[in-house]
């Protein structure tokens, strides 16, 4: 097992992630605690020291399950994460009896990891609004030892990463971010993991196959990246990106069998960087993958002075190339409800100013009009 180092201690740079468990009949709120507790068994025995859950997770029984398959390991053989549930903001007010009730369900005494949840465009707000006290109540937890390291996963933008890092980033001493060689370019995943190594703050994972989609690519980009190395996993690049990214301490991986989580340990017995070649070729693949069906948006910001609406255009085009791109998903929903209605996408007046300046020569118009009926449901 690769480890890294962190604070004094060797975490294993292969952790453990809770949200895709196995589970009965497809349905996502019954885990397969059985199946669960081999993979935890084999995990162990492969050198994972990290698991990683979350009050929501599989209808909130992810951290039961889990604190029970590691009930019978001693404590200190294992790190604990879990977090607080931000992206439901009426969660807000109850960080205390959140906070008590993930310690009853997992049966531990403490959390080594402790997460705000999603911080994103529509939940920053109420993060740093002090009359939650939700900052101070995980500090109290830290000084009192129930929590050992106090961080946080972000789904937002850059600019929502800065805000929070500007108000909070004294206290946090690690943040998880969706990082793989696709939204290195895609999600600004490259000025987000440099911000945070500016701030000092360790990096930590989530998407490192982007859901299972780089798992398999088309035949010609698998092929090129076999000429570059015969033996290794499709899968496996994406692991060893990351691996070659430094900062990053921990890359977590939601496994949901046994054969997953084979492969990925034998792919963290060795860190096997990426050389400069093999880091053109990958990034290569990406940007062809993101070419497909994404709209060719430099945010150049031409458009913007001509639109009586004064909307964002090129954030706006970010957001429908993610909507796009992902085929639905929850980050352009969730950054929507922190953009007000005169300045979403159905406020746009189909003038096509913007059009006779855009460079790129985009259809913004239509753009926007595909992108009003993606969010209400009606196309993909």
Request: hydrophobic share 40%; proline share 4%.
């Amino acid at each position: 097992m690769v480890f890294s180092e962190f604070k004094g201690t060797k975490i294993s740079a292969l952790g453990f992630g809770a949200m895709r468990l196995p589970v009965f009949d497809g349905d996502d709120s019954r885990p397969n605690e059985a199946v669960v507790q081999k993979m935890i068994d084999a995990a162990m025995t492969g050198g994972i020291n990290y698991y990683d859950s979350a009050w929501g997770y599989h209808g909130g029984h992810s951290e039961e399950v889990m604190g029970r398959c590691l009930s019978g390991y001693p404590r200190d053989s294992f790190f604990f994460a879990t977090k607080f549930p931000g992206y439901d903001l009426s969660n807000m007010p109850k960080v205390a009896e959140i906070f008590e009730e993930q310690l009853r369900r997992t049966g531990l005494e403490y959390f080594d990891f402790y997460l705000f949840h999603n911080v994103c465009e529509m939940n920053i707000d109420a993060y740093l609004d002090e009359k939650y006290g939700i900052l101070a109540y995980l500090k109290e937890q830290k000084m009192a030892g129930r929590i050992r390291h106090l961080g946080f996963s972000c789904h937002g933008s850059i600019d929502v990463l800065r805000h929070f890092l500007d108000a909070y980033g004294d206290d946090m001493e690690f943040c998880q971010l969706q990082i793989n060689y696709l939204d290195w370019t895609f999600q600004s995943a490259r000025e987000k993991v440099e911000l945070l190594r500016s701030r000092g703050i360790a990096v930590w994972v989530m998407e490192p196959l982007r859901g299972g989609r780089l798992a398999h690519l088309d035949a010609e980009d698998e092929k090129r990246l076999r000429a570059l190395r015969p033996d290794e996993d499709i899968a496996a690049w994406a692991f060893r990106f990351l691996l070659s990214i430094p900062g990053v301490t921990v890359i977590l991986s939601g496994m949901s069998d046994e054969e997953q989580l084979a492969k990925n340990l034998v792919t963290f017995t060795d860190k096997k960087p990426l050389n400069d070649a093999e880091m053109k070729e990958l990034l290569g693949i990406a940007e062809r993958m993101l070419s497909v069906g994404t709209v060719p948006c430099t945010a150049c910001h031409y458009c913007v002075s001509h639109c009586p609406q004064e909307l964002d255009i090129p954030e706006l085009i970010a957001l429908y190339n993610e909507h796009v791109y992902t085929g639905g998903g929850f980050i352009a929903p969730m950054a929507m409800m922190a953009i007000p209605v005169e300045k979403q996408p159905s406020a746009c007046l189909h003038c096509c100013s913007c059009e006779q300046v855009c460079p790129q020569q985009i259809r913004i118009s239509e753009i926007m009009e595909d992108f009003v009926a993606k969010l209400s449901g009606n196309q993909f």
